[in-house]
């Protein structure tokens, strides 16, 4: 099970971006898509979470109304809608399979993509 996760990149505060996540294949190893954020000195936090094959999604509270999990089960890729961007989004995003459910714990997933840099400029 692989992971790929692009779209990052430097946005101004009250921007948008919208980050990729192809998943090599949607098997009961990844039944559920999450998104984490990390940055230096903290820990992996969970972003959002989405299941392949129900659609349900789930938003940290920081990012409910802002952020949009999607998902095109033919492409095998998840995407995150970011909009309305704030300095404090700024971190490294990450793509995960979750343990067959929206775990939010980054020590319960089963792969992880390389991560994307997203930073937001006030």
């Known amino acids: 099970l692989q992971l790929q996760a692009s779209g990052g990149g430097l946005v101004q505060a009250g921007g948008s971006l919208t980050l990729s996540c192809v998943v090599s294949?949607?098997?009961?190893?990844?039944?559920?898509i999450g998104w984490f954020r990390e940055t230096p000195g903290n820990e992996r936090e969970a972003v959002s979470c989405i299941g392949t094959t129900d659609g349900e999604k789930s938003y940290a509270t920081s990012v409910k109304g802002r952020f949009t999990i999607s998902i095109d089960t033919a492409k095998k890729t998840v995407y995150l809608q970011m909009n309305a961007l704030e300095s404090e989004d700024t971190a490294r995003y990450y793509c995960?399979?979750?343990?067959?459910?929206?775990?939010?714990?980054?020590?319960?997933?089963?792969?992880w993509g390389q991560g994307t840099q997203v930073t937001v400029s006030s």
């Open positions: 294949e949607f098997t009961f190893n990844s039944k559920a």
């Open positions: 995960a399979a979750e343990p067959g459910w929206c775990s939010g714990k980054a020590s319960m997933q089963r792969a």
